[in-house]
């Protein structure tokens, strides 16, 4: 791939790059064009004996076009065509068929550690109880309790409708409590600055009631000498 000034100014131009922002930037083997509604999607696949962690990881453009909404049945046959390409070509599995693979999707939060299973048995009833309502369904992936947007963690595991327990880790749960144990300090640190605060309003007030008067004399002369 050549990298040229007129193709980073065009870049740069096209991001409304600020003064200090930060970028990174990949080389790629084959070029990509992602569009505005297109998706870049993380993929991780197969845990490991232990559960510790999923073994295999890997990337996949989700393309989009300005009229199609991302539906579950787009994600999951674009998913089931990028893994079983890389079951081929990357761990080389062999008779891998891609009508008899069946696979489970959900989509992972970082911040709470936590995976949401993406049901197409939850969207479809979403569906129907929905058909006289105003109410937006979720079939759109990119609505809650969804959201997905680029980057974001897709985990897939052979079955179907498994289970959350299935894509749990390990890690998560020690991710987990990590979380719950900044969450209790804080909690403890707020509950302790309130009690300080408290105290010191209550001194501070006593003083002020304890503070002794200034008095004044007058000497007075006297009239009748």
Known sequence: MQINEQTIFFFFRQAKVQDLDTYAFELLTR????SKKDLLLNIVYDKDEDENYFQHQFEVHWPLKENIIAKYEYLEQHILNNLTS???NNLRYKNVSKQALKITLARYYPDRAQWIIIDPRTINSNKKNNKTSNTPTKSNLRLEPYRLTDLVVIGVLEGE???IEHFDTRYDQRKRKDIDYEKEQKKINRERNRTDNDRSQTNGSSV???SPQNTMRI????FES
């Open 31 to 34: 070029p990509e064009s992602l």
């Open 86 to 88: 890389f079951m081929i």
């Open 161 to 163: 409708h498994l289970p």
């Open 208 to 210: 002020r009631r304890k």
């Open 219 to 222: 000497n007075v002369d006297d």
